[in-house]
Nanobody
Framework: QVQLVESGGGLVQPGGSLRLSCAAS????????MGWYRQAPGKQRDMVAV???????NYADSVKGRFTISRDNAKNTVYLQMNSLKPEDTAVYYC????????????????WGQGTQVTVSS
């Protein structure tokens, strides 16, 4: 019913930049919050950044000052601009959407994208 599709991952050298995008598709009327999570091999999935429908943001301490989350509500799309990347940023990055209104009386509680690999290495 609702699909999240990420793009923009890849291989980048330390100090470089990448921009991730995630587009939500389906019969969507609104999305409460959208965000990015990441999971490195052998580790749990952690929050990277989230943004509310009103634009309020929250970041993991490890990415503050380097990453910027933004969204285009008209396009149901969320972005993650990642600057000054470090090897420890290497992970699969997942897009998340919470509180997806699909009709006046119905909503999808939560949806996840399939993930996009980000590798920071020289």
């Amino acid at each position: 019913q609702v699909q999240l599709v990420e793009s923009g991952g890849g291989l980048v050298q330390p100090g470089g930049s990448l921009r991730l995008s995630c587009a939500a598709s389906g019969r969507i009327r609104s999305i409460n919050s959208m965000g990015w999570y990441r999971q490195a091999p052998g580790k749990q999935r952690d929050m990277v950044a989230v943004i509310s429908s009103g634009g309020d943001t929250n970041y993991a301490d490890s990415v503050k000052g380097r990453f910027t989350i933004s969204r285009d509500n008209a396009k149901n799309t969320v972005y993650l601009q990642m600057n000054s990347l470090k090897p420890e940023d290497t992970a699969v990055y997942y897009c998340n959407a919470v509180g997806i209104g699909v009709s006046i009386l119905s909503y999808v509680p939560e949806s996840w994208g399939q993930g996009t690999q980000v590798t920071v290495s020289s």
